[in-house]
């Protein structure tokens, strides 16, 4: 199969802070997938930063994953993904650009909407709009101006003096909006035991990542004193990490960009389900491509965490042109993306292969 890609960096609203640091803008990789039969798809290769893998670095591995698809991958993409994935390595957002296209030519090409190929309900649900780190005033500030949405997520993990003084100022700035928090690996033990009640109190519903990635044994110790469920998002890589998280969490953040797109996703959510844990679906900042992949997936979990659309300014796929999370099904096949991806002024040229 032929790939076509666009390296596009996607600008930020405001700085995007977290525990590891704090950044204005963030590239992403659009691609377009061809068969021999000129049936089309579309994908997203938006970077797991803390991996250290430039998007540039994923635009030929793109190509050469593409290119190994066989011509009869849309029939069973999960299988044809499977074989790829060592070629991918710890670049899977590339593998997931390629699985998505995979998956939205093999959806567009039975006149299907992605959710009903692969039977899951109709997109469905709230996305949580996160409060990025930044200075106190600024948090309370944003959280102010988002009051009227229904969730908010709080990113945290400073330190602890910091983490209560801006969650309390989130929390009165914003009284009549359910918060959760993602403290991306920036507590210690101590910290997060001290900081857990407190957030409880303040209304908090669940912690995200609150230990570093790796601290496994500490987080199953936090996690039976914990007053709020605790989910893991760094800790969640693939299907192969989940099951050193068997006691130690109430549930899970699965990234299609972070585990290599739907096929993987689907596994860990059947994983997850039977382990009893609940399951958060989240993103990277990436484009209405990759969000609306997982929102594609959104009946088959119980919590979503796709604002990214809503954190940048230049998102390539116009609004409109993708189908809102409803209780109606999709109107058009596939992703449900109604603009020709190659056809998008904004986008410029393709970025060229060596």
Same mark, same amino acid.
């Given at each position: 199969?032929?790939?076509?890609?666009?390296?596009?960096?996607?600008?930020?609203?405001?700085?995007?802070?977290?525990?590891?640091?704090?950044?204005?803008?963030?590239?992403?990789?659009?691609?377009?997938? $061809?068969?021999?039969?000129?049936?089309?798809?579309?994908?997203?290769?938006?970077?797991?930063?803390?991996?250290?893998?430039?998007?540039?670095?994923? &635009?030929?591995?793109?190509? &050469?994953?593409?290119?190994?698809?066989?011509?009869? %991958?849309?029939?069973?993409?999960?299988?044809?993904?499977?074989?790829?994935?060592?070629?991918?390595?710890?670049?899977?957002?590339?593998? %997931?650009?390629?699985?998505? /296209?995979?998956?939205?030519?093999?959806? =567009?090409?039975?006149?299907?909407?992605?959710?009903?190929? *692969?039977?899951?309900?109709?997109?469905?649900? $709230?996305?949580?709009?996160?409060?990025?780190?930044?200075?106190?005033? #600024?948090?309370?500030?944003?959280? =102010?101006?988002?009051?009227?949405?229904?969730?908010? @997520?709080? @990113?945290?993990?400073?330190?602890?003096?910091?983490?209560?003084?801006?969650?309390? =100022?989130?929390?009165?700035? %914003?009284?009549?909006?359910?918060?959760?928090?993602?403290?991306?690996?920036?507590?210690?033990?101590?910290?997060?035991?001290?900081? +857990?009640?407190?957030?409880?109190?303040?209304?908090? $519903? +669940?912690? !995200? #990542?609150?230990?570093?990635?790796?601290?496994?044994?500490?987080?199953?110790?936090? =996690?039976?004193?914990?007053?709020?469920?605790?989910?893991?998002?760094?800790?969640? #890589?693939?299907?192969?990490?989940?099951?050193? +998280?068997?006691?130690? &969490?109430?549930?899970?953040?699965? @990234?299609?960009?972070?585990?290599?797109?739907?096929?993987? /996703?689907?596994?860990? *959510?059947?994983?997850?389900?039977? !382990?009893?844990?609940?399951?958060?679906?989240?993103?990277?900042? !990436?484009?209405? *491509?990759?969000?609306?992949?997982? %929102? #594609?997936?959104?009946?088959?979990?119980?919590?979503?965490?796709?604002?990214?659309?809503?954190?940048?300014?230049?998102?390539?796929?116009?609004?409109?042109?993708?189908? !809102?999370?409803?209780? $109606?099904?999709? /109107?058009?096949?596939?992703?449900?993306?109604?603009?020709? +991806?190659?056809?998008?002024?904004?986008?410029? @040229?393709?970025?060229? &292969?060596?």
């Amino acid at each position: 199969m032929r790939a076509t890609t666009w390296l596009k960096e996607l600008r930020l609203r405001y700085p995007f802070g977290i525990a590891r640091g704090s950044v204005d803008a963030l590239p992403t990789v659009l691609v377009r997938l $061809e068969d021999e039969a000129r049936r089309v798809g579309l994908g997203e290769a938006a970077p797991v930063r803390y991996r250290g893998i430039a998007a540039a670095d994923h &635009v030929p591995l793109v190509h &050469v994953l593409a290119a190994a698809l066989p011509a009869n %991958a849309y029939y069973d993409p999960p299988r044809a993904i499977a074989e790829l994935r060592p070629l991918a390595g710890e670049a899977t957002a590339a593998l %997931a650009a390629v699985d998505i /296209a995979l998956w939205d030519l093999a959806a =567009r090409s039975r006149g299907l909407a992605l959710h009903r190929l *692969i039977g899951a309900p109709p997109p469905a649900g $709230e996305t949580t709009y996160t409060i990025a780190l930044d200075s106190l005033a #600024q948090m309370e500030a944003r959280a =102010r101006e988002a009051a009227h949405l229904p969730l908010l @997520k709080v @990113k945290l993990g400073l330190d602890p003096h910091f983490d209560r003084e801006a969650i309390a =100022r989130v929390a009165a700035a %914003a009284p009549n909006v359910r918060l959760r928090v993602d403290a991306n690996g920036g507590w210690t033990l101590a910290d997060a035991r001290d900081l +857990l009640p407190y957030l409880a109190d303040h209304g908090v $519903e +669940l912690v !995200e #990542q609150p230990l570093p990635r790796g601290a496994l044994w500490q987080l199953g110790d936090l =996690r039976r004193r914990s007053p709020l469920p605790i989910y893991a998002d760094e800790d969640v #890589q693939d299907l192969a990490s989940l099951a050193a +998280l068997r006691g130690r &969490v109430d549930g899970i953040n699965v @990234k299609l960009m972070k585990c290599g797109g739907v096929s993987e /996703a689907l596994a860990m *959510i059947a994983f997850a389900r039977r !382990e009893g844990w609940g399951v958060l679906l989240g993103c990277m900042i !990436e484009s209405r *491509i990759g969000l609306a992949a997982a %929102a #594609q997936l959104s009946g088959l979990v119980d919590a979503l965490d796709l604002d990214a659309h809503m954190l940048t300014v230049n998102d390539p796929v116009p609004p409109g042109s993708v189908d !809102e999370l409803s209780a $109606e099904p999709p /109107a058009l096949p596939g992703l449900g993306i109604g603009v020709a +991806l190659d056809a998008a002024d904004e986008l410029g @040229k393709p970025t060229p &292969v060596a």
